[in-house]
């Protein structure tokens, strides 16, 4: 699925329009974590969290004798019949039985209803240098959720490494809008020139602090799904939500880095009021250059969205 992607192009005053392809895996690096890596769950033995890294401080390891162990990463969200590029990085050596990496399909977010599974095997050898495993496969037409297994499901004998896990989308667009105003409010109007039903992302970036709240207006063709997460994608702002016509969200943001919305499905435009109210901050912390001025509105092309797991903010919502 390698496809030549597009260098960043200025497609308005603070408008880049560039392709990337999105990492659905939570905690990817597995970096994040005290005793054991935020988002990933383990078999009782054989599984350990390794200071051996490829990036980073940390991996996954997988040490058995004859036995069975496995990782397995908190599911997220997929797009059904999608192409996606399943990969990490193996070290190590695998001595006898089988070793995979595995993502599994489900119809539901709970991850009750399987669907089914693909598989990359890890052929027994000696891997001193780290080597990259990595497939694509397409997502089942029921699928809503996947997740992700750095296993051995039958007794096997190895110590193996795995790191910089992927499950990566097809190239998106993405919108990046540097935000350096002290106007209250101004309008982000973003109309695609044709509706499409895969995925694309804005980012808003904010050059300094404050409290604010931000008004997603969106018109769907029929019906699309909207979700917002906020700069680390450790959370959401907006869940997962089904809209149909024309809706509103307020969202409340902290202003600090990137305020991303996601929408899957048809959809006409999407209007970004930001923010609705003047923040009640008497005066921001501000990073990078200076303030400019920035219009009061700008346009851009459009793609519809994907998605991702968190935890919600309040969220005010409403129909036009």
């Given at each position: 699925?390698?496809?030549?992607?597009?260098?960043?192009?200025?497609?308005?005053?603070?408008?880049?329009?560039?392709?990337?392809?999105?990492?659905?895996?939570?905690?990817?690096?597995?970096?994040?974590?005290?005793?054991?890596?935020?988002?990933?769950?383990?078999?009782?033995?054989?599984?350990?969290?390794?200071?051996?890294?490829?990036?980073?401080?940390?991996?996954?390891?997988?040490?058995?004798?004859?036995?069975?162990?496995?990782?397995?990463?908190?599911?997220?969200?997929?797009?059904?019949?999608?192409?996606?590029?399943l990969q990490a990085w193996i070290?190590?050596?695998?001595?006898?039985?089988?070793?995979?990496?595995?993502?599994?399909?489900?119809?539901?977010?709970?991850?009750?209803?399987?669907?089914?599974?693909?598989?990359?095997?890890?052929?027994?050898?000696?891997?001193?240098?780290?080597?990259?495993?990595?497939?694509?496969?397409?997502?089942?037409?029921?699928?809503?959720?996947?997740?992700?297994?750095?296993?051995?499901?039958?007794?096997?004998?190895?110590?193996?490494?795995?790191?910089?896990?992927?499950?990566?989308?097809?190239?998106?667009?993405?919108?990046?809008?540097?935000?350096?105003?002290?106007?209250?409010?101004?309008?982000?109007?973003?109309?695609?020139?044709?509706?499409?039903?895969?995925?694309?992302?804005?980012?808003?970036?904010?050059?300094?602090?404050?409290?604010?709240?931000?008004?997603?207006?969106?018109?769907?063709?029929?019906?699309?799904?909207?979700?917002?997460?906020?700069?680390?994608?450790?959370?959401?702002?907006?869940?997962?939500?089904?809209i149909s016509g024309v809706e509103?969200f307020d969202i409340a943001w902290?202003?600090?880095?990137?305020?991303?919305?996601?929408?899957?499905?048809?959809?006409?435009?999407?209007?970004?009021?930001?923010?609705?109210?003047?923040?009640?901050?008497?005066?921001?912390?501000?990073?990078?250059?200076?303030?400019?001025?920035?219009?009061?509105?700008?346009?851009?092309?459009?793609?519809?969205?994907?998605?991702?797991?968190?935890?919600?903010?309040?969220?005010?919502?409403?129909?036009?």
């Amino acid at each position: 699925m390698s496809q030549e992607v597009p260098p960043p192009t200025e497609i308005a005053p603070g408008i880049v329009l560039s392709y990337d392809r999105l990492n659905r895996i939570p905690n990817n690096s597995v970096e994040n974590g005290a005793e054991w890596p935020d988002d990933w769950y383990h078999s009782e033995t054989g599984a350990y969290w390794a200071d051996v890294p490829r990036t980073g401080f940390k991996s996954l390891l997988l040490d058995v004798s004859n036995s069975t162990a496995d990782w397995r990463c908190k599911a997220f969200q997929v797009i059904s019949s999608e192409t996606y590029t399943l990969q990490a990085w193996i070290k190590g050596v695998v001595e006898s039985g089988e070793f995979f990496l595995t993502i599994r399909w489900w119809r539901d977010l709970a991850t009750t209803d399987f669907i089914s599974e693909d598989n990359i095997p890890i052929p027994l050898g000696t891997y001193n240098e780290w080597v990259l495993f990595s497939r694509d496969f397409t997502a089942p037409a029921e699928a809503v959720s996947a997740d992700v297994m750095f296993r051995c499901p039958t007794p096997s004998t190895g110590k193996v490494y795995a790191d910089d896990f992927a499950v990566l989308t097809e190239p998106v667009p993405q919108y990046r809008i540097t935000i350096e105003n002290q106007t209250y409010p101004f309008q982000v109007p973003l109309n695609p020139v044709e509706t499409y039903s895969h995925a694309a992302t804005y980012f808003l970036e904010a050059l300094q602090f404050y409290p604010l709240t931000v008004r997603l207006t969106i018109k769907a063709v029929n019906t699309a799904h909207i979700e917002v997460f906020d700069a680390d994608h450790e959370r959401f702002l907006l869940e997962r939500t089904e809209i149909s016509g024309v809706e509103s969200f307020d969202i409340a943001w902290d202003g600090a880095g990137v305020f991303e919305p996601r929408v899957t499905g048809d959809i006409e435009y999407i209007i970004i009021d930001f923010p609705v109210e003047r923040p009640k901050t008497v005066k921001p912390i501000e990073f990078g250059s200076g303030m400019a001025i920035w219009p009061y509105q700008v346009m851009a092309f459009l793609g519809g969205f994907a998605t991702g797991m968190g935890v919600g903010y309040s969220v005010k919502r409403f129909r036009r």
